[in-house]
């Protein structure tokens, strides 16, 4: 059973550009949510998607935009990227996006912004 | 506006003693709570969670607490281990806009000393 996947695992980007992160669901689950993490901060809980619609959104600008995909897989894009988006992105999936159930989180992807 | 709270960034115990890990929330709303354990370079693991209806869930060497009255919930952990060192993040989850949405604290590092 494979848990939540996410690539690429590490990337570098330079100020300006634009960068894509790729979520796989975990077996079985329909709802992904995307977090940003900060050295020595929680998860920030940048949007949600449940039947390939944003469901929910944190406080971020329209800069960081998403997908979800008919198989449930998501992508997370981030537009005009600045130093300050230097962070561990994390997806998390979980089963139902009405109910109260565990959410489960995969590896993260770092991204260093320069 | 930090809905989740954890006020110890960190905690150091004995091997075999007990961890006692504490967090707070401020939204009433929330009905289901969690609590994930982190390693560095690895995304957050689940550990146990409780629904609003109990007071009580045990797992193991792990209990979580919640005290609705107080809007505050903790973690036990007996008898502590060296592997048990790691971040443990609180988070609380509660119904808006017709989905669950999930709020993360800032984390309390664990060193269990052996």
């Known amino acids: 059973d494979a848990g939540v996947t996410q690539s690429p695992t590490h990337l570098i980007k330079t100020r300006g550009q634009q960068v894509t992160l790729r979520c796989s669901p975990k077996?079985?689950?329909?709802?992904v949510s995307w977090y940003q993490q900060a050295l020595g901060q929680g998860p920030q809980f940048i949007f949600q998607y449940y039947e390939e619609e944003e469901r929910q959104r944190g406080n971020f600008p329209d800069r960081f935009s998403g997908h979800q995909f008919p198989n449930y897989s998501s992508e997370l894009n981030v537009n005009a990227l600045l130093l300050g988006d230097s962070a561990l992105y994390l997806c998390?999936?979980?089963w139902g996006g009405g109910a109260g159930n565990t959410i489960y989180f995969g590896e993260g992807s770092w991204l260093t912004v320069v | 506006d930090q809905q989740v709270k954890q006020n110890s960034p960190s905690l150091s115990v004995q091997e075999g003693r007990i961890s006692i890990l504490n967090c707070d929330y401020t939204n009433s709303m929330f009905d289901y709570f969690l609590w994930y354990k982190k390693y560095p370079a690895e995304g957050p693991t689940f550990l146990i969670s409780?629904?609003?209806?109990?007071d009580k869930n045990e797992d193991g060497r792990f209990t979580v607490f919640l005290n609705k009255s107080a809007k505050h919930l903790s973690l036990h952990i007996v008898p502590s281990q060296p592997g048990d060192s790691a971040v443990y993040f609180c988070a609380a989850a509660g119904k808006t806009s017709g989905t669950y949405k999930y709020i993360f604290g800032t984390g309390t590092r664990l060193k269990v000393l052996a």
């Open positions: 077996s079985g689950h329909d709802t």
């Open positions: 409780i629904s609003s209806i109990k």
């Open positions: 998390a999936s979980r």
